[in-house]
């Protein structure tokens, strides 16, 4: 289908579905359950588990294919907010030309500091793009002030000229980010006995562009382009002698991915009309490279994955405090009550860092390949008992393995 | 006039004249060996000529081209392919993904952003591979890591990925360093194979005589960065200057 093999087509179906029922399968808890808190499905959490999707499957075709790096993607994020914003203070509060301009953007800055760093390779290079982002960082905090609005972060206004739209509603506020007229913040609640369920349009958008970000993702793994991307990887020298020019593969991989990013910041920007300098803060950069490799660097699925995990941890276990703490321990005796949540207490909340580096940690020394390399096993370990087995069972798996 | 013309090469690093005043012709199909003892400047030479390093002065003419200022990409789309001492294949990629690089490379050039369209649509890349792998007796392993492989199907696939190129000049940089007796004698008949049956130039840097001597139409000796000889090798085995310089102790 769409011109995938078989095994592409059934993970892209995997991620749509998962997409499309994401507000069900993040929200398995009735809300008046204790466990309430742990469900994600709300509109916030669910648009930045895309969007933050989007990012790291863009950051995965340049690090996972040709090994480069970056860690200073997140440059190429706030480049991408800002001009989103841009458009809708000077515009119209239509999200497309928005995310277009966001994603053109990103891709000329890509091309320039792509150019320069990759002039370098290993250590060299990630320290140069780490350098490129903390030089915008810096000027979008200070001397870029009058773009991006400095310190407080570039914001809409009552008097923005927003030429093809209107600079204030009827009711004199400043109008919100739409689709043609459907608001990206209308949601709409289904109530099921004790579950709620939220239907919003943002993260629909942002899914559906998700979904059309992983088919390209795809296409691109499997095209000439990404063997060559994986030939960079594994022998530049060879590549060379092989009457290859290693540098615009690895230039245009490095836009794409910046593309990527850009289309993410545009995202993010149009599901929250606002865009700070803090976005391309290093901090942000090393985070797309903890999802990707968390996920699993070079999977298709991996990055996605990845940033999920991630922000599942970020928005909930770091609202978890001493008394969610205490209301789960509350059956023990008072002394060991209190014992507990003190043992626990660093792992959540504010310390919610730590539980992720000790995950990240684990993963990396028993999971080199990410979370997919654990999904792996396990499919392997079940594959392994129905072949013991016997009967139909050891039939079916023979036939399976057969056809593999 | 020879399809490699090199004259008058010299290159120094710091105070070692590692090249000076070599004049080398290679005459198109045949196979011309240089040896020489260690630090002779073998490598060198062959550094300049595919790119590497550029010579501090004379020419290095490819069919009448001149291939000083190259990169090593523009010189192998000229039709020079190099074989390494340690074989450079893509290990982390399948045997057959291996054998398509080098034809899309000469089928599309040096870049081509072929982005959206899939691997295994291109047929003729894809028939070309396997042809070339089946000829190569590699087709059993096509699905196999390259990585892999022993050293001798790794140094076939290397070679195998050169001539699918259909280069006319193929530089080989010591072939058989650090193979077994086995191995050897296989590259040996391949190489031998090569060229009785391709219109191919095959310049070969050798240590083990036993090779260049059962394949080497013209033979060069080089000697401390200098041209010492330049013959046949029935002449060559018997010539006292090289004798002294090299076969020395051996002969």
């Not at chain 1, 466990?35 to 895309?50: C, E, I, S, T």
């Not at chain 1, 390399?373 to 072949?387: C, M, S, T, Y």
Request: charged content about 15%.
């Amino acid at each position: 289908m769409f011109g995938l093999d078989k095994t592409d087509t059934k993970l892209l179906l995997i991620v749509a579905v998962l997409c499309l029922f994401a507000p069900f399968i993040l929200n398995p808890f009735p809300t008046s359950s204790g466990l309430a808190q742990f469900n994600a499905g709300y509109p916030d959490l669910m648009q930045r588990f895309v969007i933050f999707g989007i990012f790291a499957v863009g950051f995965n075709i340049l690090f996972g294919l040709t090994g480069y790096l970056s860690f200073g993607h997140a440059a190429f994020l706030g480049v991408g907010s800002y001009s989103a914003v841009w458009m809708f203070k000077l515009l119209s509060m239509n999200v497309i030309p928005a995310i277009l301009l966001s994603v053109l953007l990103s891709g000329v800055f890509a091309l320039i500091i792509g150019y320069v760093s990759l002039r370098r390779s290993g250590i060299y290079f990630s320290i140069l793009t780490l350098a490129f982002a903390q030089m915008s960082f810096a000027l979008a905090y200070s001397v870029f002030t009058p773009i991006t609005g400095g310190e407080t972060g570039l914001q809409l206004a009552l008097d923005d000229p927003r030429i093809l739209g209107i600079s204030q509603t009827a009711g004199g506020n400043i109008p919100v980010p739409a689709l043609f007229g459907l608001e990206m913040r209308a949601s709409w609640d289904l109530v099921l006995g004790d579950w709620q369920f939220t239907f919003n349009a943002g993260y629909y958008l942002c899914a559906l562009i998700l979904l059309a970000a992983f088919y390209m993702a795809i296409r691109i793994f499997r095209s000439p382009f990404g063997m060559m991307l994986r030939a960079v990887k594994s022998n530049q020298q060879r590549m060379n002698y092989t009457g290859l020019n290693t540098k615009p593969y690895t230039l245009a991989a490095f836009v794409i991915s910046g593309m990527y990013a850009g289309l993410a910041g545009g995202l993010m920007a149009s599901m929250d009309p606002l865009a700070g300098a803090e976005r391309m803060q290093w901090t942000a950069s090393g985070e797309v490279v903890l999802m990707t490799i968390l996920g699993g660097a070079g999977t298709l699925i991996g990055p996605v994955l990845g940033a999920g995990f991630i922000k599942y941890f970020e928005n909930i276990f770091s609202k978890l405090n001493d008394n969610v703490l205490h209301g789960w321990f509350a059956f023990m005796p008072d002394g060991l009550e209190n014992l507990m949540v003190t043992i626990v207490h660093p792992f959540v909340g504010k310390g919610w860092h730590l539980t992720l580096g000790i995950l990240f940690m684990l993963v990396v020394i028993f999971l080199p390949g990410g979370l997919v390399e654990g999904g792996q096993r396990v499919g392997r370990l079940f594959r392994r008992r129905d072949i013991k087995s016997t009967g139909p069972e050891a039939e079916a798996a023979q036939q399976r393995n057969a056809a593999e | 006039m020879g399809i490699l013309e090199v004259k008058d090469v010299g290159k120094r690093f710091g105070g070692l004249q590692a090249l000076g005043d070599v004049n080398l012709s290679v005459q198109e199909n045949s196979c011309h060996a240089i040896i020489g003892p260690n630090g002779a400047g073998k490598s060198t030479l062959l550094n300049c000529l595919i790119g590497k390093l550029i010579p501090d002065t004379g020419s290095v003419l490819f069919d009448g081209q001149s291939v000083l200022g190259r990169t090593p990409y523009e010189i192998c789309q000229m039709g020079i392919s190099r074989v390494f001492q340690t074989p450079e294949i893509f290990g982390d990629l399948s045997v057959l993904e291996n054998m398509m690089i080098p034809i899309f490379a000469k089928r599309d050039g040096a870049f081509e952003l072929n982005a959206f369209s899939s691997v295994f649509a291109q047929r003729d890349v894809l028939e070309q591979a396997e042809h070339m792998l089946a000829e190569m007796n590699l087709a059993d392993k096509r699905h196999m890591h390259a990585a892999a492989m022993s050293r001798g199907d790794k140094r076939r696939l290397e070679i195998a990925m050169c001539l699918s190129q259909n280069p006319r000049l193929l530089l080989l940089d010591e072939p058989t360093a650090g193979m077994a007796r086995a191995d050897t004698n296989n590259t040996i008949d391949l190489l031998k194979q090569i060229k009785d049956e391709r219109d191919i130039t095959i310049a070969i840097i050798e240590h083990d005589m036993h090779v260049v001597f059962s394949l080497a139409d013209r033979i060069t000796v080089l000697a401390q960065g200098r041209p010492l000889v330049e013959d046949t090798p029935d002449k060559i085995k018997g010539h006292p200057k090289v004798r002294e310089a090299y076969l020395g102790e051996s002969a």
